[in-house]
């Protein structure tokens, strides 16, 4: 019973318990949350296959199933199809990481944190760090796997860095989006059937695995605005030698995505944090 | 103030048009141990997550420890613990993991925080299964986790929603004795129950909700004196057995009669005389019978005689 009958407040190794507020303890509250929520990915095997076979299954299907049957003039359909598949895979983080929050949030430890005096905004930005390394970890699954079977993109070393940028961008930008609708929506498994309705058909519009200019009047329209197109286009633009063009987005498409990534964000965040204070007394 | 560890007044929380908590005034003395007690729906863990910052009340007011639960929630949620109806633990990490990383967030550093779960996981007996995951352990060890890290650091006050709800009767003695330990040590604790028995067990002081609203409060001992005397209950043999009973006892005492239990119940409000009474006579007339005991109401008892209507009916009305 000594355990117990320590006085924890003061005791060694304690770090400033009063400050929940301060940038310090936001920060070190974050780490411990962000590790927490990294050990769940190899725990999770349904998690991890999303970000792993997942995406290589989409690479194989494109590639080697559609993609016979696809010629995109001026360009070999491997170099078209991998920055199409990598925005796609950016996009699907709306998913993953709505289904994480909602799962997450329907979890009892939630509950346990906000009654610990922790920063409530590192319970929230530890869940998005957390799913940021595991995009991060399904993007390198794509290039790596993409490189394997023979992709090899026209890359300078300054339009590298771009990319992988733009790509940390668009990836905050999802992850935000899909921890405001895992807080609105709250059952994962509606989390997930909605976000397929909704994102899958973005995803193909999104000139991901045909161009848009040969696609119907209603769908092409779709997809000059879509913001996956713009995604998709960047990457293809910082890839090949190929230039989109059809709508003032596609004519811009690194503006058009930084625009889209910081107009979510701009949305999203506030909204997702007071949704999730909003339950609270404070 | 300082001796008054929970005080709520007039507390109240609504969900759309159902009222949950209905205008509810509590106090829960320093160092005792006061149990909510009701059916699902009563109003039980709505009442205890607003004491514990959870969720905001619509009305009234609230305080732990002489602190605003809604102005003061950083504060009060240094000075309280609530261990909730399900386990508040992370089910992807270990036992031994999820513990370090409360303590970390407490404020502990890493070895400080791992040296705190080591010493949990052995007073709750956990070490066997510290490095299994949350998920894979069964209901009652994760039970015994979660009281851990509800105590990761010593709180003034303890809430335990429902404690052992879906517990074997086995890990139930775990957590009471446990329980039992605490409050020893002077830990104050507000606990919810819908078992009669746990209230009666653990409780110095039982405040029993209905649809919000106390109707009854005061010791287990004065709730179950509302309710009425003791009794003394015969267990006839056979059915020759009950009607030689109910000639004998008719006379010298008041009595009522079930033949479907072939018992005759005895009023009596001298207890352990009458019992003895009882027992005499019968042993006297050389009746055969399975059992005499002396029977004091149960609080399923107290709740109906006290609310008008079973306990499943405000589960019903609630929807649950």
């Known amino acids: 019973m000594t355990t117990l009958a320590a006085p924890a407040p003061t005791s060694s190794g304690s770090a400033g318990r009063r400050s929940a507020g301060s940038p310090l303890r936001f920060a070190r509250d974050t780490r411990l949350l962000t590790g927490r929520s990294l050990r769940a990915i190899p725990r999770v095997p349904e998690r991890l296959l999303d970000v792993t076979v997942q995406p290589v299954i989409f690479i194989l299907l494109f590639l080697y199933v559609f993609g016979s049957a696809i010629h995109v003039p001026g360009i070999s359909y491997k170099s078209y199809l991998f920055p199409g598949i990598i925005g796609q895979g950016l996009a699907f983080a709306v998913i993953s990481a709505g289904t994480a929050t909602a799962t997450d949030m329907s979890e009892g430890v939630i509950d346990r944190f906000r009654s610990l005096p922790v920063n409530r905004l590192a319970i929230i930005t530890g869940e998005v760090m957390g799913q940021f390394c595991e995009q991060v970890l399904g993007m390198c699954i794509y290039i790596a796997f993409g490189i394997a079977l023979g992709w090899r993109p026209d890359v300078t070393v300054a339009g590298g860095l771009e990319l992988a940028g733009l790509l940390a961008l668009g990836m905050f930008a999802f992850i ?9 929506i709250r059952s994962p498994d509606a989390v997930q059937g909605l976000g397929f309705i909704v994102i899958l058909p973005l995803t ?15 769908p092409r329209a779709v997809a000059e605005w879509d913001p996956v197109s713009a995604f998709v286009a960047s990457t293809r633009s910082l890839t090949t030698h190929m230039h989109s063009s059809g709508s003032l987005q596609l004519d811009h498409p690194q503006l058009a995505m930084i625009g889209w990534s910081l107009l979510l964000l701009a949305i999203c965040v506030p909204i997702a944090l007071r949704r999730f204070n909003r339950t609270t007394a404070a | 103030m300082t001796d008054i560890a929970i005080r709520a007044e007039g507390l109240t929380k609504r969900f759309g048009g159902f009222v949950a908590v209905d205008a509810l005034d509590l106090q829960v003395q320093d160092g005792t141990v006061v149990a909510l007690l009701g059916p699902n729906g009563a109003g039980k863990t709505t009442t205890v997550r607003m004491l514990a910052t959870l969720i905001a009340p619509d009305g009234g007011r609230a305080w732990v420890e002489g ?21 508040a633990l992370d089910p992807h990490l270990t036992a031994r993991e999820n513990l370090v990383l409360m303590a970390q967030l407490r404020g502990d550093n890493g070895r400080a925080a791992r040296r705190r779960a080591d010493e949990l996981l052995e007073r709750f007996d956990g070490v066997d299964f510290r490095d299994r995951l949350v998920k894979n352990l069964s209901g009652g060890q994760r039970r015994r986790v979660d009281l851990a890290a509800g105590l990761i650091e010593r709180p003034h006050v303890l809430v335990l929603d429902e404690p052992t709800t879906g517990l074997d009767p086995r890990s139930r003695q775990v957590v009471w004795s446990t329980v039992r330990e605490l409050v020893a040590e002077g830990v104050t604790l507000l606990l919810t129950t819908q078992y009669l028995e746990e209230a009666d067990a653990l409780a110095d002081r039982v405040v029993l909700l209905d649809r919000g609203r106390e109707v009854a409060a005061g010791t287990p001992a004065q709730l179950k004196a509302q309710v009425g005397d003791q009794r003394v209950d015969v267990v006839a043999a056979d059915g020759e057995a009950m009607r030689a009973l109910e000639a004998l006892l008719w006379e010298r005492f008041e009595i009522t009669t079930s033949e479907e239990q072939r018992t005759v119940s005895v009023s009596a409000p001298e207890e352990a005389a009458d019992l003895a009474r009882v027992a005499a006579a019968v042993s006297e007339a050389g009746i055969p019978v399975d059992e005499i005991a002396l029977r004091r109401p149960t609080l399923d008892d107290a709740f109906l005689a006290l609310t008008g209507h079973s306990a499943t009916a405000t589960a019903e009305e609630a929807g649950v």
């Open chain 1, 176 to 184: 935000w989006a899909g921890v405001l609708f895992g807080l609105l």
């Open chain 1, 204 to 218: 193909f519009m999104a000139g991901t695995f045909v161009p848009i200019h040969g696609m119907d009047a209603v």
């Open chain 2, 67 to 87: 602190h605003d639960v809604v102005r003061e929630a950083a504060r009060v949620r240094e000075l309280i613990s609530l261990t909730g109806q399900f386990a």
